[in-house]
């Protein structure tokens, strides 16, 4: 009943820029939360950015600035616009959604992960 479907990875220099989508499928779900994580090699996984269901952000300190997130309800889908990437960016990138049901409360969904390698 759930599926996430990412988009939009890949390979960049230093400098410049890419952007994610995921594209939810929620049948009978309300979303809350939509957003971004990232886990490089021997790094734990990290939030990268969010956006609730009212448009609040929240951004983690090294993208500040320079990533920006935003969501189209109408598509289920969020975007991630990353510029002045950087090396130290390279990850695999998951999109998340907090989706909501009466009968079964909230919930944390996971996309497959993409992975975006910025070269210096």
């Known amino acids: 009943q759930v599926q996430l479907v990412e988009s939009g990875g890949g390979s960049v220099q230093a400098g410049g820029s890419l952007t994610l989508s995921c594209a939810a499928s929620?049948?009978?779900?309300?979303?809350?939360?939509m957003g971004w994580y990232r886990q490089a090699p021997g790094h734990q996984r990290e939030s990268v950015a969010s956006?609730?269901?009212?448009?609040?952000?929240n951004y983690g300190d090294s993208v500040k600035g320079r990533f920006t997130i935003s969501r189209d309800d109408a598509k289920n889908t969020v975007y991630l616009q990353m510029n002045s990437l950087k090396p130290e960016d390279t990850a695999v990138y998951y999109c998340?959604?907090?989706?909501?049901?009466?009968?079964?409360?909230?919930?944390?969904?996971w996309g497959q992960g993409t992975q975006v390698t910025v070269s210096s």
């Open positions: 998340n959604v907090r989706l909501w049901r009466i009968d079964v409360g909230e919930n944390d969904y």
């Open positions: 929620v049948r009978r779900f309300s979303i809350n939360v």
């Open positions: 956006v609730t269901s009212g448009g609040n952000t």
